[in-house]
């Protein structure tokens, strides 16, 4: 089974940075980055395919946010920086192993198309 650990969400200050971590074991060839603001569906902000290192970012975080994986410590990371007020919410870690080609992965957007999630850590930016 695949589990999902979030760290690192906390309260800054617009214009500061933060770097969310997220702890996995198990077969994990996919992965995302969503966020969700109180009553909202949550939205994919980062995605990473695990044998290529493709990534894609949503609109509002290009040139911001940076998501990386790190195997040897089976870690996937999101470096947040010029933190915006909107980009206040939970934000949570995601993967999935059903995709057969580095496009399929990263077009996943929906929060069906992932099979095992993180329980999510805030961040708030004032």
């Known amino acids: 089974d695949v589990q999902l650990v979030e760290s690192g969400g906390d309260s800054v200050q617009a214009g500061g940075s933060l770097r969310l971590s997220c702890v996995y074991s198990?077969?994990?060839?996919?992965m995302a980055w969503f966020r969700q603001y109180p009553g909202k569906e949550r939205e994919k902000v980062a995605g990473?395919?695990?044998?290529?290192?493709?990534?894609n970012y949503a609109d509002a975080v290009k040139g911001r946010f940076t998501i990386s994986k790190d195997p040897a410590k089976k870690t996937l990371y999101l470096q947040m920086s010029d933190l915006k007020p909107e980009d206040t919410g939970e934000y949570y870690c995601?993967?999935?192993?059903?995709?057969?080609?580095?496009?399929?992965?990263?077009?996943?957007?929906?929060?069906?198309?992932?099979?095992?999630w993180g329980r999510g850590t805030q961040v708030t930016v004032s």
């Open positions: 198990g077969y994990t060839p996919c």
């Open positions: 995601a993967s999935d192993y059903r995709f057969d080609t580095s496009n399929s992965c990263l077009n996943k957007i929906k929060e069906t198309d992932f099979s095992a």
């Open positions: 990473i395919v695990n044998s290529a290192g493709h990534t």
